[in-house]
T-cell receptor, first 112, second 116 residues
Framework: GDSVTQMEGPVTLSEEAFLTINCTYTATGYPSLFWYVQYPGEGLQLLLKATKADDKGSNKGFEATYRKETTSFHLEKGSVQVSDSAVYFCALRGSGYSTLTFGKGTMLLVSP | DAGITQSPRYKITETGRQVTLMCHQTWSHSYMFWYRQDLGHGLRLIYYSAAADITDKGEVPDGYVVSRSKTENFPLTLESATRSQTSVYFC???????????????FGPGTRLTVL
């Protein structure tokens, strides 16, 4: 079945540091890929998505590129802020399916 | 304000009791989902629904029951709560499959359930 593997956290960074959170997936066909973010005490919200190979999703300074050859969708941001502290989830939706498969989440802690 | 709401936000119950968690959305989205979030497991799908009166099992359905008589509501019932069902439960909705952003899931704020 489909699966998503993302790096374990917490990831601890200083403000303005470069962020990478790795995500790899296993799926048949051509899944859509997502990054969701969960701020403390809240539900998840969509951060960005990509629906086909080589697509780049971007939002709020975050980017991720759909790499089919490496089955990856790594999340990056050039300069993190304290307000980016949250849990980040990578997810996929298989072709023709309505449900999402989530990774276990990566906590990001950014200090001033 | 329009959106997706869950109630109660916090619930403490005892083993063996029946508990119902409510979920309501105002967008008339076709799809609705229930997840549980546990440390070390991320989010796991319990049940989902493609439309009123259509429901299907997810990854971890045992011990849970759902119904969807109206498009906007999707209650989750624990028929006889167990300690292993202590978790944070999230409801989500989605417009559908095709087109830009129609497969985006919108999450409620969650219900923290403790079973003693």
């Amino acid at each position: 079945g489909d699966s998503v593997t993302q790096m374990e956290g917490p990831v601890t960074l200083s403000e303005e540091a470069f962020l990478t959170i790795n995500c790899t997936y296993t799926a048949t066909g051509y899944p859509s890929l997502f990054w969701y973010v969960q701020y403390p005490g809240e539900g998840l919200q969509l951060l960005l998505k990509a629906t086909k190979a080589d697509d780049k999703g971007s939002n709020k300074g975050f980017e991720a590129t759909y790499r089919k050859e490496t089955t990856s969708f790594h999340l990056e941001k050039g300069s993190v802020q304290v307000s980016d502290s949250a849990v980040y989830f990578c997810a996929l939706r298989g072709s023709g399916y309505s449900t999402l498969t989530f990774g276990k989440g990566t906590m990001l802690l950014v200090s001033p | 304000d329009a959106g997706i709401t869950q109630s109660p936000r916090y619930k403490i119950t005892e083993t063996g009791r029946q508990v119902t968690l409510m979920c309501h959305q105002t967008w008339s989205h076709s799809y609705m989902f229930w997840y549980r979030q546990d440390l070390g497991h991320g989010l796991r799908l319990i049940y989902y629904s493609a439309a009123a009166d259509i429901t299907d099992k997810g990854e971890v359905p045992d011990g849970y029951v759902v119904s969807r008589s109206k498009t906007e509501n999707f209650p989750l019932t624990l028929e006889s709560a167990t300690r292993s069902q202590t978790s944070v439960y999230f409801c989500a909705s989605s417009p559908g499959l095709a087109g830009a952003n129609t497969d985006t899931q919108y999450f409620g704020p969650g219900t923290r359930l403790t079973v003693l």
